[in-house]
């Protein structure tokens, strides 16, 4: 026979299952009426899915300039930062140090970007190099354009509200 914590906790779990179940129905629901997928029950799951997708309209609307969005997206970093160090851009762009360590080639040989030693023969400090710039300048019509596309398909209030949310999702959980 089960103690009275373990039916609570039993009681408890159901609940929670019961609750999930029924709030995701009804987001799946209403996601079938609307055309949008259904509601993952898992938070990073629905975030991810969502940040390929995203991805994947930038990586079209840039393509003819053969850069990625990753890639657009450190040389606008680097625009704006001047020269910071590589754990600095990590921190800014949220990038663990061997990620952002694999991208930096490919852009430093295209010419996109320079790296110097710092005080310490381990930090290193990146700049943008003219070409980058060249570079930067000529692909920002493309991402201007993706950033029109993802506009119009959510409305500039949820837009808006998109940025907030996702800046308070990522200030909440940490770097």
């Not at 373990?6 to 299952?17: D, E, V």
């Not at 991805?55 to 079209?60: D, E």
């Not at 005080?119 to 700049?127: G, K, M, P, T, V």
């Not at 300048?137 to 837009?159: I, N």
Request: net charge positive; charged share 20%; with cysteine.
């Amino acid at each position: 026979m089960k103690s009275k914590a373990a039916k609570k906790n039993n009681l408890t779990i159901a609940t929670l299952y019961m609750y999930i179940h029924l709030i995701m129905g009804e987001q799946n629901q209403l996601a079938q009426t609307s055309g949008a997928l259904p509601t993952l029950p898992c938070a990073c799951a629905n975030l991810r899915r969502a940040a390929r997708a995203v991805s994947r309209l930038y990586n079209q609307e840039l393509r003819c300039q053969q850069i990625e969005i990753t890639q657009f997206t450190i040389l606008m970093a680097l625009d704006r930062a001047g020269e910071i160090s590589q754990g600095k851009l990590g921190e800014l762009l949220g990038l663990d140090s061997t990620t952002l360590t694999r991208m930096l080639p490919l852009l430093k040989k295209r010419g996109w970007i320079q790296e110097k030693e710092g005080e310490d023969r381990r930090y290193r400090i990146l700049a943008l190099t003219p070409a980058g710039r060249t570079n930067l300048r000529q692909a920002m019509p493309y991402w201007k354009r993706a950033q029109e596309r993802m506009q119009a398909a959510l409305g500039e209030q949820t837009m808006s509200q998109l940025s907030g949310l996702l800046a308070l999702v990522t200030s909440a959980v940490g770097q």
